[in-house]
Nanobody, 122 residues
Framework: QVQLVESGGRLVQAGGSLRLSCAAS????????MGWFRQAPGKERAFVAA????????YYADSVKGRFTISRDNAKNTVYLQMNSLKPEDTAVYYC???????????????WGQGTQVTVSS
């Protein structure tokens, strides 16, 4: 079974940057596309970014395009989310998860980590 541990979230000022990491255990990591989702207080969990299993293709929500970069290192079983030009609207708990493209939507599997809190102050 896959275990996911997100880290790197913290309080940061608007305009700042930080990098989130997701460490995965299990033998299926490199065979799956991976994604980041986030959930702000009182809102539904929303797609942020995804990366193909080989790392050649990346996808982003319009709200973060040009500011966030997703990457992965399969040798280290780790997925990253580089977050630049952060805005208060980015405040949320961030989760990484294996994803699958169904129709035109990225659908997460039900194996979630504990998430990491990102708070962006104005």
């Amino acid at each position: 079974q896959v275990q996911l541990v997100e880290s790197g979230g913290r309080l940061v000022q608007a305009g700042g940057s930080l990098r989130l990491s997701c460490a995965a255990s299990g033998r299926t990591f490199s065979s799956h596309a991976m994604g980041w989702f986030r959930q702000a207080p009182g809102k539904e969990r929303a797609f942020v970014a995804a990366i193909s299993w080989g790392g050649a293709r990346t996808y982003y929500a319009d709200s973060v395009k040009g500011r966030f970069t997703i990457s992965r290192d399969n040798a280290k079983n780790t997925v990253y989310l580089q977050m630049n030009s952060l805005k208060p609207e980015d405040t949320a708990v961030y989760y990484c998860v294996a994803v699958k493209l169904v129709s035109s939507d990225w659908v997460p599997y039900d194996y979630w980590g504990q998430g990491t809190q990102v708070t962006v102050s104005s």
